[in-house]
């Protein structure tokens, strides 16, 4: 992690493991989530 360049919303992510796997486990939900993130 050290070794890379992230944007502070990610980096901030890794302190929280259960929501990484939680949205890697519904990586539908996940995408749509950010598609209509995107569209606002």
């Keep these: ?3 890379q360049v ?3 919303s990610v980096e901030l992510l890794v302190a ?3 929501v990484l ?3 890697d486990e519904k990586l ?3 995408t749509q989530l ?3 993130f995107l569209a606002r």
Excluded: N, R
Aim: zero cysteines; charged letters at 15%; hydrophobic letters at 45%.
């Design 28 to 30: 539908d939900s996940t």
């Design 6 to 8: 992230w944007d502070p």
């Design 21 to 23: 796997v939680m949205l």
């Design 16 to 18: 929280f493991p259960q």
């Design 34 to 36: 950010g598609e209509a």
């Design 1 to 3: 992690m050290a070794q």
